[in-house]
């Protein structure tokens, strides 16, 4: 039984010993194959960017959202206050429509070609290797 237990113990280090081994291989490659600092300094630069005019878009939107909600409180009858909520709502349409999109990352940064390729290459060998272990375990 003591045995059995070791025999588990030793099992469950090996299998982490060789996932450790093979998650810092592979960051190494990837890190010998990539040229990633100047990739990197452009993705900070237009994701500052990006949440530079996300939190400005975020804020407009807030301040037309108190707008709509302070002008709807001011209704004091039924009739009154659904005749304001359909014209703020139209009004909120109108300002937050199609005309003004929420930013999204992608509208700020493309990958090049070169990092494109660096991660397909990337998939296609992580794939490979788990594919070949794969096969020659089971």
Do not use: C
């Not at 450790?20 to 990633?36: D, N, W, Y």
């Not at 900070?44 to 002008?71: G, P, T, V, Y």
């Not at 359909?86 to 940064?109: C, I, K, L, T, V």
Request: aromatic residues 8%.
């Amino acid at each position: 039984m003591f045995a059995a237990l070791l025999n588990t113990l030793g099992s469950t280090l090996v299998g982490a010993m060789t996932n450790a081994g093979a998650f810092v291989g592979i960051s190494a490659g990837a890190r010998a194959l990539s040229h990633e600092d100047e990739e990197r300094k452009r993705h900070n630069m237009k994701m500052e960017k990006f949440q530079k005019d996300h939190n400005s878009w975020i804020e407009k939107r807030q301040n037309n959202l108190d707008a709509e909600r302070k002008r709807r409180q001011l209704a004091q009858s039924s009739e009154g206050h659904l005749q304001e909520l359909d014209a703020s709502m139209r009004e909120y349409a109108r300002a937050w429509g199609a005309a003004n999109p929420e930013p999204q990352f992608h509208q700020y940064y493309h990958p090049s070609q070169q990092q494109k390729h660096k991660d397909y290459l990337g998939a296609i060998v992580v794939v490979a290797a788990v594919g070949g272990i794969a096969y020659y375990v089971l």
